[in-house]
C-alpha cells in the first residue's frame, strides 16, 4: 500500500472569480444605500408605483442605486453558477454579501411588518388565526400593507412562537425587526451547514452547490435584509433531508428528520411536499412495499409528533390551517394559474363576458399540482427499485444514486408547487433552488427565471408585477404554452 502524498491545494483564485465578488460586494452595498433612501422603512408609503417613487427628492437616487445594484449581484452571481473556487470561498463570498443588508432596513417586502404584528397578536393573548392584526390593536399596524391587515396568519405555530419571542426580545418595532432578521440568518445558518454534506451524498460539488443555494440575489434581498420566515422552513428542510440521507433506515434517524419536516411544516405548509421523497431517502437498499410502509411509520411518527406538540405548546390547536385559505388574497400574473385567468377574463371581456376565471383556474391547477406530485413520487419509486435490481445484489442500490433521485424529485415536487400555486412572490423561488443545486445536471434553465425573479420588488416593496397586470399575464401565458409545447414535443421524440 503506498503511503498518502501531501494534501492536495485548492486550486489559485481567478481574476474573475475575484472580480465576481467584489462586484457583487458593490452590488449589495448599492442595495443598502437604496434600502435607507427608500426601502420598506416603517412610515414609507404604501401603494407606490414607479412613478410615484421616481418624483419623490430621493427616487431617482433610489431606483438607480436599486438597479444598478441588482444587475451587479445578478451578474455576479451568474458568472459563477457553473461552480466557485472553493466551499470556504464562497462561505466568505456569501458572508460579505450579507453584510451590508444586514444592517440595511428590510427591503423589497414589508412582511416583516406583518410578522411583527402577528407575534404582537399571539403576545397579547389574542388568537392570530381567528383575528386580524387590526382587529387585534396591533400598535405598528400603519407599517403592514393593507391587504394583510384583515387576515388571518398564514403561517404555522412554530413562527407564531418564533414571532412572539422576537417581540419579547425586541421590546419596540426596531428591536423586533432586528429579532426576526436574526431568526432569519440562523435558519440560513442551519441550511449552510447542510448543503455541504447534502451535496456529498447527491454526488455534486459542494462549492457549486452552496454557491447557487446560498449566493443568489433572492437570498441576500429577501431572506436577509426582508427576514422572510421561508429562511427557517429551509433551514429545517434540509436538516431533515440531510438526517435521512446520513442514517437510511434508522428509525431514530427518521424520527428525528420526521420532526424536523414537521417543524418546517409548522413554519410554512409548502414544505409538506418534500416528505414522501424524503421517505424514499431514507430508506436502504430494498425498495419493498412492506419496507417502505415502515419507514413512512416511522417518519410520520415524527411528523405527526412536531405538529401535536407545536400546537399544543402554542395553545393554538390547528386554527392556522384555515388561514392557508387567505394566501391567495393577492392576485398577480407572477403565478401561471393566475396569469392564465386573467388572460381568460381579458377574453371573455372582449365578448361582452364575465367569466371571473381565476378562481376556477387556480382550483383545477391545485387539483393538477396533486396529480404532478404523486407522478413525480412514482417515478421516483420506480427508478429507485430499477437502480437496486440492475446493481449487484451484494452491493444493492449504490447510495449517490439513490439519494441523487430522492433529492431530485423533492426539487422539482417543489418547482411543480411554486409553478401551480395560487400565488407567487420573488422569495418563493429559494424553496427549490437549494434542491436543484444539489440535483441538478444543467443549471441556466433555474437559475435564469431566478435571476429574473430578483427584478420584480423595488426597494420598498412595490411589485412591478402589480402595475404591469395585462402584459404580464399575456407573456407568462404565451411562456407557459412555449414550454408546453416543446415538453410535449420532447416527450413524443423519445
Known amino acids: 500500500?503506498?503511503?498518502?502524498?501531501?494534501?492536495?491545494?485548492?486550486?489559485?483564485?481567478?481574476?474573475?472569480?475575484?472580480?465576481?465578488?467584489?462586484?457583487?460586494?458593490?452590488?449589495?452595498?448599492?442595495?443598502?444605500?437604496?434600502?435607507?433612501?427608500?426601502?420598506?422603512?416603517?412610515?414609507?408609503?404604501?401603494?407606490?408605483?414607479?412613478?410615484?417613487?421616481?418624483?419623490?427628492?430621493?427616487?431617482?437616487?433610489?431606483?438607480?442605486?436599486?438597479?444598478?445594484?441588482?444587475?451587479?449581484?445578478?451578474?455576479?452571481?451568474?458568472?459563477?453558477?457553473?461552480?466557485?473556487?472553493?466551499?470556504?470561498?464562497?462561505?466568505?463570498?456569501?458572508?460579505?454579501?450579507?453584510?451590508?443588508?444586514?444592517?440595511a432596513p428590510p427591503l423589497g417586502s414589508r412582511d416583516v411588518y406583518s410578522y411583527a404584528c402577528q407575534g404582537w397578536t399571539y403576545a397579547h393573548g389574542v388568537d392570530p388565526y381567528t383575528v386580524g392584526v387590526a382587529a387585534a390593536g396591533c400598535p405598528w399596524l400603519d407599517t403592514v400593507a393593507p391587504i394583510w391587515r384583515d387576515t388571518p396568519a398564514p403561517y404555522g405555530p412554530v413562527f407564531v412562537l418564533l414571532a412572539a419571542l422576537a417581540v419579547g426580545l425586541g421590546g419596540g418595532l426596531t428591536g423586533t425587526i432586528v429579532a426576526l432578521r436574526v431568526i432569519a440568518v440562523a435558519g440560513l445558518l442551519l441550511a449552510a451547514l447542510c448543503l455541504p454534506a447534502l451535496a456529498r451524498a447527491a454526488g455534486v460539488p459542494a462549492r457549486r452547490a452552496v454557491w447557487l443555494a446560498l449566493a443568489g440575489p433572492l437570498v441576500g434581498v429577501h431572506l436577509v435584509a426582508g427576514a422572510h420566515n421561508d429562511a427557517v422552513m429551509l433551514g429545517l428542510l434540509l436538516g431533515g433531508l440531510l438526517v435521512v440521507v446520513r442514517r437510511p433506515g434508522r428509525p431514530a434517524a427518521l424520527l428525528l428528520a420526521g420532526a424536523l419536516l414537521g417543524l418546517a411544516?409548522?413554519?410554512?405548509?409548502?414544505?409538506?411536499?418534500?416528505?414522501?421523497f424524503a421517505v424514499l431517502a431514507g430508506m436502504p437498499d430494498q425498495y419493498t412495499v412492506r419496507a417502505l410502509l415502515r419507514h413512512c411509520c416511522w417518519l410520520a411518527g415524527g411528523l405527526l409528533a412536531a405538529l401535536l406538540v407545536t400546537s399544543a405548546v402554542s395553545g393554538l390547536g390547528f386554527g392556522w390551517v384555515g388561514g392557508l385559505t387567505h394566501s391567495g388574497d393577492s392576485e398577480q400574473w407572477t403565478s401561471p394559474p393566475t396569469a392564465v385567468g386573467f388572460v381568460v377574463d381579458y377574453a371573455g371581456a372582449l365578448v361582452g363576458r364575465d367569466p371571473q376565471a381565476v378562481p376556477v383556474v387556480r382550483a383545477v391547477a391545485l387539483l393538477l399540482l396533486v396529480g404532478v406530485l404523486v407522478v413525480l413520487w412514482w417515478r421516483a419509486w420506480q427508478t429507485l427499485r430499477g437502480l437496486n435490481e440492475v446493481a449487484a445484489p451484494e452491493a444493492?442500490?449504490?447510495r449517490v444514486a439513490r439519494s441523487r433521485v430522492a433529492l431530485r424529485g423533492a426539487a422539482l415536487a417543489l418547482v411543480a408547487t411554486v409553478v401551480?400555486?395560487?400565488?407567487?412572490?420573488?422569495?418563493?423561488?429559494?424553496?427549490?433552488?437549494?434542491?436543484?443545486?444539489?440535483?441538478?445536471?444543467?443549471?441556466?434553465?433555474?437559475?435564469?427565471?431566478?435571476?429574473?425573479?430578483a427584478f420584480l420588488a423595488l426597494p420598498d416593496g412595490t411589485n412591478l408585477a402589480r402595475v404591469t397586470k395585462a402584459p404580464g399575464a399575456l407573456a407568462m401565458t404565451a411562456l407557459l404554452l412555449t414550454v408546453l409545447v416543446r415538453t410535449t414535443r420532447t416527450a413524443r421524440r423519445r
Open 396 to 398: 444493492g442500490c449504490p
Open 1 to 103: 500500500m503506498t503511503a498518502p502524498g501531501p494534501p492536495v491545494p485548492p486550486p489559485p483564485v481567478s481574476l474573475a472569480s475575484l472580480g465576481a465578488r467584489y462586484a457583487g460586494l458593490a452590488g449589495v452595498v448599492l442595495l443598502a444605500v437604496a434600502g435607507y433612501l427608500g426601502g420598506a422603512l416603517p412610515d414609507a408609503p404604501l401603494g407606490a408605483t414607479p412613478a410615484s417613487i421616481w418624483r419623490t427628492p430621493n427616487g431617482p437616487a433610489t431606483l438607480s442605486c436599486w438597479l444598478i445594484g441588482t444587475v451587479l449581484l445578478v451578474g455576479a452571481w451568474w458568472s459563477l453558477r457553473e461552480g466557485a473556487p472553493s466551499t470556504r470561498w464562497v462561505y466568505v463570498t456569501a458572508g460579505l454579501w450579507a453584510l451590508p443588508l444586514l444592517l
Open 265 to 276: 411544516v409548522t413554519v410554512k405548509a409548502s414544505a409538506v411536499v418534500v416528505v414522501p
Open 420 to 453: 401551480l400555486s395560487p400565488v407567487f412572490h420573488p422569495w418563493y423561488a429559494t424553496w427549490p433552488l437549494a434542491l436543484l443545486a444539489l440535483t441538478a445536471a444543467r443549471t441556466t434553465w433555474f437559475v435564469l427565471p431566478t435571476a429574473a425573479a
